[in-house]
C-alpha cells in the first residue's frame, strides 16, 4: 500500500503531522507493507529566491493578524510540537521560498533517501538557528547529512531546471485531488486525510485502506486455467505442435 504526503517544508503542520502519522504507523501491523512517498507543494509559490523574512512578519501581512496573535500562534505550535517529541523555535525563525528544497527532494527520492532529506529539513527549519533560505550550502550540507553526495546536490541546486517539472507534477495533481491546504495524506489513491489529524486518525485511516487493498485477482478467460502463454525471465514458452 503506498501512502502519498503532498507537504512544505514552510509549514508547521507538516512537520507535526508527519510526526503524528509516523507515531500510527509505527503501530501499524502491516507496516512493512506500506510505502511512503513525499509530493510537492509550495506555500508561498510567488515569493522569489533569496526573498526571506520573519516569520512574525509574513503572519501579520498574510492573515492581517497582531504580532501578538501571530506570537501565540507559533508558542501554541511549539507546544504541539513538543507533545509530538518534536524541538521548535518559537522566537526568530524566517520564511522564504522552498522550491529548490523541493527539487533537492525529489532527487533525494532517487535515491532512496527522500524520508531522511525532508526530515532534515523539518528539524533545521523549525528547530535550528541557521535559516535553510537563500543559502544553497546550507541545503548541501543537510543532503550530505541525509546521505546524499555533495557535489551531486550541488548539481541539481545549480541548475533551476533539475528536477523542476517533478515539482510542478506534484503541484497540478495536488490542485486535481482537491488539496488547497498542506499537510494531505493520500492512501492508496483512495482514501485523502487533510491536516496533522490526531495519530488515532491516522491509524484508523491506515486500517481502513489497508481492509480494502486486495491483492490482484486473475482472469483467466473462463478456462479455469490461470496460466497461459507468455514471456519470462527464462524466455518464452514455444507452441508445441
Known amino acids: 500500500m503506498r501512502v502519498e504526503i503532498w507537504s512544505d517544508i514552510a509549514c508547521p503542520w507538516c512537520?507535526?503531522?508527519k510526526a503524528r502519522f509516523e507515531k500510527a504507523l509505527d503501530a501499524f501491523p502491516h507496516r512493512d507493507g506500506v510505502e511512503v512517498v513525499h509530493r510537492s507543494f509550495e506555500l508561498d509559490p510567488g515569493r522569489a529566491k533569496g526573498d526571506t523574512q520573519p516569520v512574525l512578519t509574513m503572519l501579520t501581512r498574510k492573515y492581517g493578524m497582531s504580532e501578538a496573535q501571530a506570537q501565540a500562534g507559533e508558542d501554541n505550535?511549539?507546544?504541539?510540537a513538543a507533545?509530538?517529541?518534536?524541538?521548535?523555535?518559537?522566537r526568530d525563525r524566517d520564511h522564504g521560498n522552498t522550491f529548490d528544497m523541493h527539487r533537492l527532494l525529489?532527487?533525494?527520492k532517487e535515491h532512496g533517501r527522500q524520508d531522511e532529506l525532508i526530515q532534515a529539513l523539518y528539524r533545521a527549519n523549525f528547530a535550528e538557528e541557521r535559516s535553510v533560505f537563500g543559502d544553497d550550502e546550507r541545503l548541501v550540507e543537510l543532503a550530505v547529512g541525509a546521505g546524499l553526495d555533495a557535489e551531486d546536490a550541488r548539481t541539481v541546486l545549480a541548475d533551476?531546471?533539475?528536477?523542476?517539472?517533478?515539482?510542478?507534477?506534484?503541484?497540478?495533481e495536488a490542485a486535481e485531488l482537491g488539496a488547497n491546504g498542506v499537510p494531505f495524506f493520500v492512501l492508496d489513491r483512495k482514501y485523502g486525510v487533510s491536516g496533522?489529524?490526531?495519530a488515532e486518525v491516522f491509524a484508523q485511516a491506515l486500517t481502513q485502506a489497508w481492509g480494502e487493498h486486495a491483492p490482484l485477482k486473475l482472469i483467466d478467460g473462463g478456462t479455469g486455467d490461470g496460466d497461459a502463454e507468455a514471456c519470462g525471465p527464462d524466455g518464452c514458452a514455444v507452441p508445441q505442435a
Not at 507533545?83 to 518559537?90: K, S
Open 83 to 90: 507533545a509530538e517529541g518534536l524541538d521548535y523555535r518559537t
Open 196 to 198: 496533522a489529524q490526531p
Open 77 to 80: 505550535l511549539g507546544a504541539q
Open 15 to 17: 512537520y507535526v503531522g
Open 160 to 172: 533551476p531546471a533539475a528536477y523542476a517539472d517533478d515539482v510542478r507534477a506534484d503541484e497540478r
Open 106 to 108: 525529489h532527487f533525494a
